[in-house]
């Protein structure tokens, strides 16, 4: 099989097809410290794409309650558990060497197997195919979280501290990833999946599939769905049209997708970047982004030893237990909640553009504004500027600003009590 470069991972990889990449990637941040759980952004994908008959089952965007909840249930559990057998087959370990960091390695080398290395020869990659009874019902162990162990009656009586609660559970929001290497692609055998050279969106062409499920079997995000109605697969296509700036809205310019468009828990922000031929991210420090991403880190991907490269970018939460989110987000979990702990001026000011806009930003400015307060984080001195963050559409016109302190708008006295 031919080698191609992951840089969530470090290193080479084997994948199906030779390395070919798109002009722009499709790229989100979600900030999982700030998701309310509402189900919002589930319900709007759902009223968008997947109301029909045959996809009752289906939904493209879910919010699941870790460590517990999955959709299809249990799905990481399953993956992470056929990935250490493998390891334990082949005498591997499942190991990252964070040492070796550098610009192509950014979370250091993973020195394990991914899910294409721990497959067997009759597969492309390890994978499972889940029964219909794992997909109903999305929101099994809803807001459950871990037991306290320190009461019988399992109540705390000390209440909970940073940087890690004893008691825990986190909304993990979860849609296609489109990755970069895509196991869904890699597994089908009529060549129905294609990754968009344009913005690196994954589709299903429906007229080429049969529905013989090797993508949702291999998917290790289960993020591949059947629907029996008209025997195909189906998947998040990524809201195109309004990347494609098609959307009467849009005037023209890619638009955020509708689940990003919509969190009311501002917790989204969903942007296209600029991808060199060699797969590389193309340098523009003033995206946010490339900013978030590539520059400060505080945004991780789920599961990188998967080894598709996901292009979902989660900044991780506070509260978690750290052996957990390592699992999770790989070994820049640390490093990620220190700077979002404690962030610099300009992380802070980045930070306020999330759902400022409908149109994708391209480009942000930071108007320096007065200092506002100063304090401790973890025993460091920090201080907090009421700094102006701008941002751009793809015309370069401005279309947010948001200061880090939200202004006070006083009622006019002969309207106080009128709403
Ligand atoms: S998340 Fe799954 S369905 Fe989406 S592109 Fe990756 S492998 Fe394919
Ligand atoms: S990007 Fe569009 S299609 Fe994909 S989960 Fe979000 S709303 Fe649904
Ligand atoms: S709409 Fe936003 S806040 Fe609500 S569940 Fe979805 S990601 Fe979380």
Not at 294 to 314: D, H, M, R, S
Request: hydrophobic share 35%; proline share 7%.
């Amino acid at each position: 099989m031919p080698e191609v470069y992951n840089w969530h991972l470090g290193r080479k990889m084997v994948y199906v097809f030779d390395e070919a990449h798109p002009q722009k990637q499709f790229v989100a941040v979600f900030n999982i410290n700030r998701c309310i759980g509402c189900q919002t952004c589930t319900g709007t994908c759902k009223a968008t794409w997947t109301f029909s008959k045959g996809q009752e089952a289906m939904w493209w965007n879910n919010v699941e309650t870790k460590p517990y909840g999955g959709y299809p249930q249990h799905w990481d559990i399953k993956i992470l558990q056929l990935l250490d057998e493998a390891h334990q087959a082949q005498g591997k370990k499942a190991e990252w060497d964070a040492a070796q960091t550098g610009d192509a390695a950014p979370y250091g080398v993973y020195n394990g197997l991914t899910i294409t290395e721990a497959a067997g020869s009759d597969q492309e990659a390890i994978g499972y195919l889940p029964p219909d009874a794992e997909w109903r019902a999305p929101l099994f162990y809803e807001d459950t979280s871990t037991a306290y162990k320190g009461d019988k009656l399992g109540i705390s009586t000390e209440g909970a501290t940073l940087p890690e609660h004893q008691t825990w559970f986190f909304y993990l929001q979860r849609i296609c990833n489109h990755c970069t290497y895509p196991a869904c692609a890699a597994a089908c055998p009529r060549k129905a999946i294609y990754k968009r050279p344009e913005d690196g969106i994954v589709l299903i062409d429906q007229a080429r599939c049969r529905g013989y499920r090797k993508c949702v079997e291999q998917c290790p995000y289960k993020k591949s769905m059947y629907r029996g109605t008209t025997r195909t697969s189906e998947k998040c296509v990524a809201c195109y049209p309004r990347v494609e700036g098609k959307d009467p809205l849009s005037d023209g310019v890619p638009m955020e997708t509708r689940c990003m468009a919509v969190c009311p828990g501002k917790i989204r922000l969903n942007g296209l970047v600029d991808i060199a031929q060699d797969g590389s991210w193309v340098e523009n420090p003033k995206h946010p982004m490339y900013y978030l991403i590539k520059i400060e880190k505080v945004a991780l991907p789920l599961y990188p030893q998967f080894g598709t490269e996901p292009n979902i970018y989660y900044i991780p939460p506070r509260w978690a237990p750290r052996a957990y989110l390592r699992q999770m987000f790989g070994p820049g979990v640390d490093d990620a909640i220190a700077r979002y702990a404690a962030p610099s001026r300009e992380l802070l000011a980045v930070l306020q553009l999330f759902r400022t806009t409908q149109r994708m930003i391209f480009r942000y400015e930071v108007e320096e504004g007065p200092l506002v307060l100063e304090t401790e984080v973890n025993g460091q001195p920090w201080k907090m500027y009421n700094d102006t963050a701008v941002g751009f559409d793809a015309q370069d016109r401005e279309v947010a600003r948001l200061s880090v302190v939200e202004p006070i708008h006083e009622r006019p006295a002969e309207r106080l009590n009128s709403i």
